[in-house]
């Protein structure tokens, strides 16, 4: 994921001190830099290019209405969002700072966690951050999924071929069009993430699908897709069976 980069130019050390661990302990924030001066803030925003400035308006060398209208003015490639954050919160200072060039003010004292949501309210990463966090939750619960259908139609957990089989669905949920590629593309992607062979893949999955069927567990298996599609003599090839629980998956909204 990337990472939302962030300098601090402010005076007061509390505030920085709490600033630093909140975006040490939170995910998606990489603080850059925490300085005490406009004149090595101005120079640290050239050479790091952070998303997010956050500075106050007290700095010694220039203040923070100079160093906004500077950094407004650099010529690289990706100026920061400034945010202002300042015991100074009359009507005047905050039209000045907003003027100037500054994408947000909050007065002080200031809630971290809010300060860190306001960060996320003027970045692109929120959508991204977002979008991660949904898709760990759908990925987690899919994982829930796939492991009570292997319960249920006798594959046990031990056996490579459990993993390699739900590496395979959630391949092909991501990429529907990879199950026609299955021997080229499907098994050699599953054998570089495992470490392993293309072939060995395709052995392991198709003893699990074998102890499936030996366990004689037909009946869960046609009730997982609730019409009888199997007999015990009628084994889906690995491609059948990776596809069937994908598109299930899919169905499922997975």
């Known amino acids: 994921m990337t990472k939302l980069k962030v300098i601090v130019a402010d005076t007061d050390r509390d505030f920085c001190n709490s600033l630093r661990a909140s975006l040490t302990d939170a995910d998606g924030f990489e603080l850059l830099a925490v300085t005490d001066s406009g004149v090595d803030a101005m120079e640290k925003v050239q050479r790091y290019q952070p998303d997010i400035l956050i500075c106050d308006l007290i700095l010694p060398g220039i203040d923070g209405f100079e160093l906004i209208a500077r950094v407004r003015k650099l010529t690289i490639a990706k100026?920061?969002?400034?945010?202002?954050?300042?015991?100074?919160?009359?009507?005047?200072?905050?039209?000045?700072?907003?003027?100037?060039?500054?994408?947000y003010?909050?007065?002080?004292?200031?809630?971290?966690?809010?300060?860190?949501?306001?960060?996320?309210?003027?970045?692109?990463?929120?959508?991204?951050?977002?979008?991660?966090?949904?898709?760990?939750?759908?990925?987690?619960?899919?994982?829930?999924?796939?492991?009570?259908?292997?319960?249920?139609?006798?594959?046990?957990?031990?056996?490579?071929?459990?993993?390699?089989?739900?590496?395979?669905?959630?391949?092909?949920?991501?990429?529907?069009?990879?199950?026609?590629?299955?021997?080229?593309?499907?098994?050699?992607g599953i054998a570089e993430r495992f470490n392993t062979s293309a072939s060995k893949v395709e052995r392991a999955i198709r003893h699990a699908i074998e102890v499936a069927w030996n366990r004689g567990k037909i009946e869960?298996?046609?009730?997982?897709?609730?019409?009888?599609?199997?007999?015990?003599?009628?084994?889906?090839?690995?491609?059948?069976?990776?596809?069937?629980?994908?598109?299930?998956?899919i169905l499922e909204g997975a």
């Open 220 to 249: 869960n298996i046609n009730s997982i897709f609730g019409i009888k599609i199997y007999s015990p003599n009628d084994k889906p090839t690995n491609g059948e069976f990776i596809a069937l629980l994908a598109d299930k998956m």
């Open 105 to 188: 003010f909050m007065a002080k004292p200031v809630d971290i966690p809010t300060l860190r949501e306001r960060m996320l309210d003027f970045s692109a990463n929120r959508a991204q951050i977002v979008r991660n966090s949904a898709y760990t939750a759908r990925r987690s619960g899919l994982d829930e999924k796939l492991s009570n259908i292997f319960i249920t139609v006798g594959i046990p957990a031990h056996i490579k071929g459990y993993q390699y089989l739900r590496e395979a669905i959630k391949m092909s949920i991501d990429n529907p069009e990879i199950i026609n590629s299955i021997t080229k593309k499907l098994y050699p």
């Open 79 to 103: 100026k920061p969002k400034i945010i202002v954050v300042s015991r100074l919160s009359g009507e005047n200072f905050i039209s000045k700072a907003l003027g100037a060039g500054a994408t």
